[in-house]
Structures are given as structure tokens and as C-alpha cells.
């Protein structure tokens, strides 16, 4: 399938995925995001997993993770872009 300027590479895609679940694309990067997960079932995965993690950390509280989970944790993210 051809790609036209407007399509998204799978990594940009990646990089728009809160934006997406959280409704702040714009009108047309959500139909250029909507375009490229019709054609990508490696992104659609990716969706699906991301979907999946978002419902399954919203049940948890914050008392059932231990303190030291909390805190590896903590450390791993804050250092995520470096890496």
C-alpha cells in the first residue's frame, strides 16, 4: 500500500497513543492515527495492550502495591527517555 504524507509511521503512532485514549488529537491526526491502526495489526496489538494495562492499573489502589514495587517503579519511569 502506498503512503501518503499524511500516514503515520508505526512510531509515530506509538508516540500519539495517550493523546488518542485520551481524546486530545486534533480532528485530523485521530482520522490519520484511525487510517494507519486500520492497516497495522502490530499497532492495533499495541492499542489493545495499552487498553488493557490503562483498565487494569485503574483497579488497583494504591495500598496494595508494596512500597518497595512503588518505588522500583518510580525509579524505572522517571528515567524512561533517557535510556
Known sequence: MPMSANYLTCEEL???VTDYLETA???VDRAR??????????????LDQMKGTIETVGRLSADVI???AERDLLDAFRDW???
Do not use: D, N, R, Y
Not at 492515527?33 to 499495541?46: G, I, L, N, R, Y
Open 14 to 16: 506509538v508516540e500519539l
Open 66 to 68: 508494596p512500597p518497595e
Open 81 to 83: 527517555k533517557h535510556a
Open 25 to 27: 488529537l486534533s480532528p
Open 33 to 46: 492515527f484511525e487510517e494507519h491502526m486500520m492497516t497495522c495489526p502490530s499497532c492495533q496489538a499495541h
